[in-house]
């Protein structure tokens, strides 16, 4: 949930994210919270109880799930995504769309994105979201030049 705290810390705080050395931001597969957790635990538990589940974390903790969708579209620098393709916690079979779509589309900046996938130029693992973040430890050459191109 790194992407998802960065996005919400850049929303709360912009003035500590206002800092010139800050380039850009990297976002491993962040999610639409609520649907992946609703996706997470009716396929895991065979329940549909996303919205009881959200009612005992603010119960318990004062604080509900992360709203990438909202808190994307305070970022000030360029960020490349990362997601795995065919997440089935992130993918909405329904609309075809992976839940990252809606948050990229929403970030203001400049923008990329990078499907991991096993096929392809760059095949890397079995679909599943654990694959995604080991993704860039095979294969680095995109993340090092998005960074190059957004350092000096």
Same mark, same amino acid.
């Given at each position: 949930?790194?992407?998802? +705290?960065? =996005?919400?810390? $850049?929303?709360?705080?912009?003035?500590? #994210?206002?800092?010139?050395?800050?380039?850009?931001? @990297?976002?491993?597969?962040?999610?639409?919270?609520?649907?992946?957790?609703? *996706? &997470?635990?009716? /396929?895991?538990?065979?329940?549909?109880?996303?919205?009881? @589940?959200? +009612? +005992?974390?603010?119960?318990?903790?004062? &604080?509900? &799930? /992360?709203? !990438?969708?909202?808190?994307?579209? !305070?970022?000030?620098?360029?960020?490349?995504?990362?997601?795995?393709? /065919?997440?089935?916690?992130?993918?909405?079979?329904?609309?075809?769309?992976?839940?990252?779509?809606?948050?990229?589309?929403?970030?203001?900046?400049?923008?990329?994105?990078? $499907? @991991? *996938?096993?096929?392809?130029?760059?095949?890397?693992?079995?679909?599943?979201? =654990?694959?995604?973040?080991?993704? =860039? !430890?095979?294969?680095?050459?995109?993340?090092?030049? #998005?960074?190059?191109?957004? &350092?000096?």
């Amino acid at each position: 949930m790194g992407a998802s +705290a960065t =996005f919400q810390a $850049w929303s709360e705080a912009p003035q500590t #994210f206002a800092d010139p050395q800050i380039k850009s931001v @990297v976002a491993v597969q962040p999610p639409i919270a609520y649907e992946m957790n609703e *996706r &997470f635990i009716i /396929a895991k538990a065979n329940m549909d109880i996303v919205d009881e @589940v959200l +009612a +005992a974390q603010i119960d318990q903790y004062g &604080f509900g &799930f /992360a709203d !990438n969708l909202t808190h994307v579209q !305070n970022l000030t620098v360029p960020v490349l995504f990362s997601q795995v393709e /065919a997440d089935e916690y992130t993918f909405d079979p329904e609309t075809g769309i992976n839940n990252v779509q809606l948050i990229y589309g929403a970030a203001p900046t400049e923008k990329d994105i990078i $499907w @991991v *996938r096993e096929t392809g130029d760059n095949p890397h693992g079995t679909g599943k979201r =654990f694959d995604g973040y080991g993704y =860039f !430890n095979k294969y680095p050459s995109e993340l090092l030049t #998005f960074l190059d191109n957004h &350092f000096e």
